[in-house]
T-cell receptor, first 112, second 112 residues
Framework: EAQVTQNPRYLITVTGKKLTVTCSQN?????MSWYRQDPGLGLRQIYY???????DKGDVPEGYKVSRKEKRNFPLILESPSPNQTSLYFC???????????FGQGTRLTVV | GESVGLHLPTLSVQEGDNSIINCAYS??????FIWYKQESGKGPQFIID?????DKRQGQRVTVLLNKTVKHLSLQIAATQPGDSAVYFC???????????FGTGTRLTVIP
């Protein structure tokens, strides 16, 4: 089954404690991206990757890092989480830069 | 910055009726549009897309209409079913852009 898998689904952490949200896709897609979803603001892109070792900032990259060492994985790293990073995060992958994107189930992060 | 917005934040329809969800965009350079459906607790799911060289595209029970003159996009759902209850997002991008810009969403509720 074609899917994008994120882990964990839910996470509560404290300010400043580094965390990683993993994302893996099994569709051999080149393009992957991370979004955050906040009430009234819709989905905003954090980072994207057009292929292995090729990543770039989206609209709201501050406070986040990503890496793309393998085609299937695109982890999102928060080196020093802050409460304003409390949000619902989605990873997505697609065959092309634009077009039908497959989204993961989401990770609800709370930073206290 | 450019904005992608929705005319109505909520929409309630009777089961079996047709639904129309509207979306206004302001970037006249946008040339590709996508509608996504997001059910509670899930990630967005691709519904249908349309390029700016078209003004109508049909899928299974869904039709997307694009009016470039007034920068308006709509999603029509025929014979709405309870399973159509979700939040619907329009997203747009322009040629050469690396990301999609999402609207804030419209919540569709189908009344049995």
């Amino acid at each position: 089954e074609a899917q994008v898998t994120q882990n964990p689904r839910y996470l509560i952490t404290v300010t400043g404690k580094k965390l990683t949200v993993t994302c893996s896709q099994n569709m051999n897609h080149e393009y992957m991206s991370w979004y955050r979803q906040d009430p009234g603001l819709g989905l905003r892109q954090i980072y994207y990757s057009m292929n292995v070792e090729v990543t770039d900032k989206g609209d709201v990259p501050e406070g986040y890092k990503v890496s793309r060492k393998e085609k299937r994985n695109f982890p999102l790293i928060l080196e020093s989480p802050s409460p304003n990073q409390t949000s619902l995060y989605f990873c997505a992958s697609s065959r092309r830069q634009i077009g039908e994107a497959f989204f993961g189930q989401g990770t609800r992060l709370t930073v206290v | 910055g450019e904005s992608v917005g929705l005319h109505l934040p909520t929409l309630s329809v009777q089961e079996g009726d047709n639904s129309i969800i509207n979306c206004a965009y302001s970037n006249s350079a946008s040339d590709y549009f996508i509608w996504y459906k997001q059910e509670s607790g899930k990630g967005p799911q691709f519904i249908i897309d349309i390029r700016s060289n078209m003004d109508k595209r049909q899928g299974q029970r869904v039709t997307v209409l694009l009016n470039k003159t007034v920068k308006h996009l709509s999603l029509q759902i025929a014979a709405t079913q309870p399973g159509d209850s979700a939040v619907y997002f329009c997203a747009e991008t322009s040629g050469g852009a690396n990301n999609l810009f999402f609207g804030t969403g419209t919540r569709l509720t189908v009344i049995p």
